[in-house]
């Protein structure tokens, strides 16, 4: 029996939700065309400012929430706190509406962002602190990204010294930006830095609706949040 609730119809209104870094947008699709959507640069205000930024998209849209006919968030890496805030708030309205949804990848959302034929070998970096990048190394295929090294949190030395040197390698990220010098130096002219904004709530809800297409969507209760590492409760407990 087909499991309820994991598929979206061909060309449904979709909303995209991403607040795992300080870079928080939500976007509205129908299919995967891009309707509207909402950026802001604001990682301690996203509990305040989420419910409202959603309403005013789908109002100024002449849309209401139960015309929406699936969710994709982003489930992390990235903050403990905005993994938790996107990922409550989007059960909410799954749960209360029945829609589908699709958990997705910050690092593969934002490969997917500079994924074109020519850009062969993409890393999505993302600043981890405590000297440590939440990072992966995707290849740019006919079919979509293949993950070449697994998600993680690494420490940014260990990690930079797998990437293979002799390939052009484009970097997307605020981990990007912090270890700019440190990749020239591993990486030198092969080192390509993408001057995209890091919004990601339209790849979110790409990715997303293509997973909903292919019946892989979630129920609320199967939805984890991909930290990566643990919690500073987690550790000091």
């Known amino acids: 029996m087909e499991k309820l609730g994991t598929k979206i119809?061909?060309?449904?209104?979709?909303?995209?939700?991403?607040t795992t870094t300080p870079s928080?947008?939500?976007?509205?699709?129908?299919?995967?065309?891009?309707?509207?959507?909402?950026?802001?640069?604001?990682p301690?205000?996203?509990?305040?400012?989420?419910l409202p930024a959603i309403r005013f998209?789908?109002?100024?849209?002449?849309?209401?929430?139960?015309?929406v006919g699936g969710f994709a968030?982003?489930?992390?890496?990235?903050?403990?706190?905005?993994?938790?805030?996107?990922?409550?708030?989007?059960?909410?309205?799954?749960?209360?509406?029945?829609?589908?949804?699709?958990?997705?990848?910050?690092l593969m959302a934002l490969a997917r962002k500079i994924q074109h034929p020519k850009n062969r070998l993409i890393?999505?970096?993302?600043?981890?602190?405590?000297?440590?990048?939440?990072?992966?190394?995707?290849e740019s295929k006919t079919g979509g990204l293949?993950?070449?090294?697994?998600?993680?949190?690494?420490?940014?030395?260990?990690?930079?010294?797998?990437?293979?040197?002799?390939?052009?390698?484009?970097?997307?990220?605020s981990g990007a930006g912090v270890y700019r010098p440190v990749l020239f130096q591993y990486f030198q002219n092969k080192a390509r830095f993408s001057q995209r904004t890091p919004f990601i709530a339209y790849e979110v809800g790409l990715i997303g609706y293509e997973m909903l297409r292919k019946k892989q969507g979630k129920t609320i209760h199967e939805i984890e949040p991909l930290y990566l590492r643990k919690s500073q409760a987690e550790e000091k407990h």
Request: hydrophobic residues 40%; glycine residues 8%.
């Open 9 to 18: 119809e061909e060309e449904a209104f979709l909303l995209g939700v991403d």
């Open 24 to 42: 928080g947008s939500i976007a509205l699709l129908k299919g995967t065309s891009l309707l509207a959507e909402v950026n802001q640069d604001s």
């Open 44 to 50: 301690t205000t996203f509990s305040e400012r989420l």
């Open 57 to 67: 998209l789908l109002e100024s849209n002449g849309l209401k929430i139960q015309d």
């Open 73 to 106: 968030v982003a489930v992390g890496p990235g903050s403990f706190t905005g993994i938790r805030i996107g990922l409550s708030t989007v059960k909410s309205f799954a749960y209360s509406s029945g829609r589908p949804v699709a958990p997705v990848s910050t």
């Open 123 to 138: 890393c999505p970096l993302l600043d981890a602190k405590k000297n440590e990048v939440y990072a992966a190394l995707f």
């Open 146 to 173: 293949r993950e070449l090294i697994p998600q993680g949190a690494y420490s940014p030395d260990a990690f930079f010294s797998r990437l293979p040197a002799h390939r052009v390698i484009h970097f997307i990220g």
